[in-house]
């Protein structure tokens, strides 16, 4: 994977900058991120080959950090999910200064409703993207970063 100096390959500029942001200030975000739980994904893109750094907000369980793969509710998944579920041995955490390897693991059924429950009673703006998934059909995936061995 790429280092904290590398480019973050993602097209999108405000992300982009929040990941600039993320890795300049150990971690800490400011603006509409200020309260929230961010980590940065690296997953290395299934077609490409190429690493790609996301934002994304999480939820601590334990020892893992779970995410959500809602895409703001749109009827697809990100690419990183599928980048992710593609290589799932091959994805690194940054979280807060902190940066390590890990593994993308899917959530099995009995734990993504609590999951969902806990993290749209932490942030209630996921309750929106839930439900704009599920309208469009899509059941949101939720996944575990586990820290590789």
């Not at 693991?105 to 749209?120: C, G, M, P, T």
């Amino acid at each position: 994977m790429s280092s904290n100096t590398d480019p973050a390959n993602n097209s999108n500029p405000f992300n982009l900058r929040v990941i600039e942001e993320f890795r300049s200030n150990g971690g800490r975000v400011g603006g509409q991120f200020a309260d929230v739980k961010l980590l940065l994904l690296t997953t290395r893109g299934a077609r490409s080959g190429l690493p790609r750094t996301t934002p994304l907000v999480h939820l601590p369980d334990g020892e893992r950090l779970v995410v959500f793969a809602s895409n703001g509710g749109a009827p697809t998944a990100p690419a990183w999910f599928r980048n992710a579920m593609a290589a799932p041995g091959d994805v690194t955490v940054e979280v807060g200064e902190e940066r390590y390897a890990a593994r993308a693991r899917l959530v099995d059924k009995a734990e993504h409703d609590e999951l969902w429950a806990r993290q749209i009673a932490a942030d209630p703006a996921f309750a929106a993207f839930r439900e704009r998934a599920l309208e469009a059909g899509r059941v949101t995936p939720v996944v575990a970063l586990e820290r590789a061995a």
